[in-house]
């Protein structure tokens, strides 16, 4: 079964610039998700979409980033203009569900793209 | 408030050795799982086990056991016999059952090298 598949794998732009990452999650699954990983630290969850609804983007800087999973299935995370401090690794993972007693709500990771803002 | 700690941030061992990752949580509900994930050099976070709240049975995968407590909060993680290919970043992470919600409270991860 093939995995979280992620693109591209590494990023380097200016300030101001604007971006884009593409993600397609495992087949079948329904609940996809982006983080932000900052060096050091864990990741945090960005946004959360329910086949093609969102159903949590409390913390996505609004002004700056945008998402959108438009057929349920591929996703793009924009982010324009991008900052400094965008500079982190940014994970898009998938589920089966996002609640459930049975384990389909685990996460599955795809490898990231590498984001530098210079 | 949920939050988890991993106060160990980088650990060294030689190879063969046994290493235990610690991890604390913090939920205020009553069911909840907790996860540990491998973070090697390429970046993906690979899944290695989730634990449900009201199963506090210890689980043993080859050389992986995991240890949870709940009157401690916490669910440590050891690795017997450590061999170099074990040398990662590992993340305990936390998610609470209620809601449709599903983001994961993620520690800030434990850097493990393992020396040949």
């Known amino acids: 079964e093939a995995g979280v598949a992620q693109s591209p794998r590494y990023k380097i732009i200016e300030k101001r610039q604007s971006v884009a990452f593409w993600c397609n999650p495992i087949?079948?699954?329904?609940?996809l998700y982006w983080y932000q990983q900052i060096l050091g630290q864990g990741p945090k969850l960005l946004i959360q979409?329910?086949?093609?609804?969102?159903?949590?983007d409390s913390q996505l800087p609004k002004d700056r980033f945008s998402a959108e999973r438009l057929k349920g299935v591929d996703s793009t995370l924009k982010i324009q203009p991008a900052k400094l401090e965008d500079s982190a690794v940014y994970l898009c993972?998938?589920?089966?569900?996002?609640?459930?007693?049975?384990?389909?709500?685990?996460?599955?990771f795809g490898p990231g793209t590498r984001l530098l803002v210079l | 408030a949920q939050k988890v700690t991993q106060a160990q941030t980088e650990i060294s061992v030689v190879e063969k050795e046994d290493v235990t990752l610690d991890c604390v949580y913090e939920t205020r509900d009553t069911t909840y799982y907790l996860f540990w994930y491998k973070q090697p050099p390429s970046g993906e976070l690979v899944f290695l086990i989730r634990r449900n709240s009201f199963d506090e049975q210890n689980e043993i995968s080859g050389r992986y056991s995991w240890n949870f407590q709940k009157s401690t909060s916490s669910f440590n993680f050891t690795i017997t016999a450590s061999q170099v290919v074990d040398s990662a970043v590992y993340f305990c992470a936390l998610k609470n059952y209620g809601g449709s919600q599903g983001n994961l409270i993620f520690g800030k991860g434990t850097k493990l090298s393992v020396k040949p």
């Open positions: 993972a998938s589920s089966l569900v996002a609640r459930s007693g049975g384990g389909q709500e685990t996460q599955y």
């Open positions: 087949s079948g699954h329904a609940t």
């Open positions: 979409f329910q086949n093609n609804g969102v159903v949590d």
